[in-house]
């Protein structure tokens, strides 16, 4: 099998696109590792330069511990599974399986065998003297899968190869290729834009944004502790509710968060209360998924939030509402599209979240002002698209419940289970998950 690494790989296309910049990520053998993230953030073309399909502009691939920016790719020991599933039209279901043994020079005979032992695995045997066009998509991706799989690589890469299905089939394949992959034991690189692909496939996942890499870990590590305001936004349905809060210190008591007219309290045990208290006086992002918000009693005591329902989501098994409480929202664009920005200047740090928050402060960072010849523009102030509107928090209901528009709520929030972000989009207590 084959280990992957990435070291402080920039990729800059000759029009001055920087689509990959500064990445740095490793690939355990035998690891299902994902990336994810928008269109245009730079996964395939990561995937295109560990395959050999592009090279780096600046850095280091590594296969197995060895430099392989100048090796070809037909020497990588590698296999890839496009979106668009690459079949040869006018070759039978068993040719295109077996065409990479076939230029490698194996005879007939164990050809065949070979095959035939793919085909069987991947529930397509029956079809192997078809041709492309008489099968179904599913079926199609199988092929693709196979013909991958045939060649017993060092290291798988796809790039969305469930994207053109649809939602029933792509759930079906998702548990097939993660079994088999990890039945053969094989490296495996995996590109996608569909979170539950990732969360539920991988062994860790890598989450890009615009060329930059925001956070690595397992599926529980970046749902459950996300390292950067845009991983926190990007995971879960519904989006995490990102709220602005006012931080004021109560030493050895209690640090309070004021989300506009209402508070809660963060306790003084709670560890995350000496990193959040270094904010006193200043404003944070608080984040809150809706499990961590339970509709109560108005007179419920404890960490409540009173609001009143804005509008209702009905989604058969549950009900989203969402609630006004008085605080106001962190915005987070969509996050696909690209900003201009010079290939070397600036910290990818502070360049993250640049268009992508809502203004914070009323002061503009030093380092976030125009570049010469740039158009950076700064996360602490973009009173353009980025207004200030109040928050819609949104709280899981039962399936139709006897509330509607205008009603009265109470949530009790699990204080254990909340998030914190500084103005610059990084997590406060990121150090220990």
């Known amino acids: 099998m084959t280990t992957v690494a990435l070291k402080d ?22 690891e299902f590792m994902v990336l994810l993230g928008p269109s245009g953030c730079g996964k395939s073309t990561v995937l295109r330069m560990v395959a050999g399909l592009e090279d780096p502009t600046r850095g280091a691939i590594m296969l197995d511990g060895e430099l392989a920016n100048d090796l070809p790719p037909r020497d990588r020991r590698i296999a890839m599974v496009f979106q668009d599933f690459a079949l040869y039209p006018h070759m039978s279901v068993g040719d295109n399986i077996g065409f990479p043994l076939r230029l490698a020079g194996v005879e007939p005979e164990p050809r065949g065998e070979r095959v035939a032992d793919v085909a069987s695995a991947l529930g397509i045997g029956d079809v192997l003297a078809r041709k492309p066009s008489q099968l179904s998509g599913g079926q ?18 796809m790039d ?28 495996t690189i995996y590109v996608t834009h569909d979170q539950a692909e990732a969360l539920t496939m991988a062994d860790r996942v890598a989450i890009m944004r615009k060329g930059v890499l925001q956070d690595v870990g397992t599926p529980t590590q970046v749902y459950g502790r996300p ?72 007179d419920t005591p404890g960490d409540v939030l009173q609001g009143r329902i804005r509008y209702l989501e009905h989604h058969g098994h549950e009900s989203l509402a969402f609630l006004d409480i008085g605080a106001t929202a962190i915005v987070v664009d969509e996050l696909n599209k690209p900003v201009d920005d010079d290939a070397s200047g600036g910290s990818s740090r502070l360049r993250r979240f640049g268009h992508a928050v809502q203004r914070l402060t009323g002061r503009v960072a030093e380092s976030e002002q125009p570049a010469v010849g740039g158009t950076r523009t700064s996360i602490l102030n973009d009173p353009g698209r980025h207004a200030r509107r109040p928050a819609e928090l949104a709280v899981r209901l039962a399936p139709y419940p006897a509330v509607a528009a205008g009603h009265p709520l109470a949530v009790s929030v699990r204080m254990d289970a909340l998030h914190f972000f500084d103005e610059r989009g990084d997590r406060i207590d990121v150090g220990w998950r």
């Open 9 to 30: 790989v920039t990729k800059v296309f000759p029009d001055g696109t920087v689509a990959v910049d500064n990445i740095n990520l490793d690939v355990n053998d035998g």
């Open 140 to 157: 199609r991706q199988r092929v693709a899968m196979g013909r991958a799989i045939v060649r017993r690589p060092g290291l798988f890469l």
């Open 160 to 187: 969305e190869p469930l994207s053109n299905l649809d939602s029933g089939l792509r759930a079906e394949l998702r548990a097939e290729i993660s079994g088999l992959v990890r039945e053969l034991g094989v490296s």
């Open 227 to 298: 390292a950067t305001l845009y991983v926190a936004a990007f995971l879960g349905s519904p989006r995490m509710n990102l709220l602005e809060a006012s931080v004021y210190v109560h030493l050895d008591r209690y640090v309070t968060l004021n989300l506009g007219d209402q508070a809660l309290y963060l306790p003084w045990n709670d560890i995350r209360s000496r990193a959040v208290a270094h904010y006193h006086g200043e404003r944070i992002v608080v984040g809150m998924r809706a499990e961590a918000l339970t509709p109560v009693a108005p």
